[in-house]
């Protein structure tokens, strides 16, 4: 479910929640309004594990967040996309690739000869072995980490 946050005519902030959730075995769109603030009240926001406090009144404030946090993910998703270079070859770190090599590891593990191609999100090719497989999980892994708070 994603949350949409509006002005209104009248100067409150609407919040809806637009999605599907299923109801009695059918998917149904939904769409729920769930606060209506006037321009005095502020309210706090939980976003992961952050919380941000958003004022009516500072719809620049809001509009300028709303900016740089997309601008930063995109900037993210292009350093993911670019990736590192290993063994000549640019791998990009997606999701999608961390879920590809963890399986092509999995199946060298199980069957040492085999070979296989990663193709990367990118559009790049690797060829994975056994010989190379435990140096590229290694320095893949450290890619992707920076991607992820550290741990307590």
């Known amino acids: 479910m994603a949350a949409t946050y509006k002005y209104t005519s009248e100067g409150h902030i609407e919040k809806s929640i637009a999605g599907t ?3 009695l075995g059918v998917e149904r769109d939904v769409v ?6 006037s321009d005095s009240d502020e309210f706090t926001e939980l976003v992961g594990d952050d919380s941000i406090s958003i004022k009516p009144y500072d719809e620049d404030g809001i509009i300028a967040a709303a900016i740089a946090a997309e601008e930063a993910e995109a900037a993210l998703d292009e350093l993911k996309l670019t990736g590192f270079e290993y063994d000549g070859v640019m791998c990009s770190g997606t999701k999608d690739d961390q879920n590809g090599v963890t399986a092509i590891a999995l199946m060298i593990m199980n069957v040492p000869e085999s ?3 990663m193709t990367f999100d990118n559009g790049n090719i690797l ?3 056994a010989e190379n497989i435990t140096d590229f999980v290694t320095q893949f892994s450290a890619f992707r980490s920076q991607f992820f708070e550290a741990g307590e």
């Open 21 to 23: 959730r299923v109801i």
């Open 32 to 37: 729920t309004k769930t606060l209506i603030l």
């Open 115 to 117: 070979t296989h191609n």
């Open 127 to 129: 060829k994975l072995t």
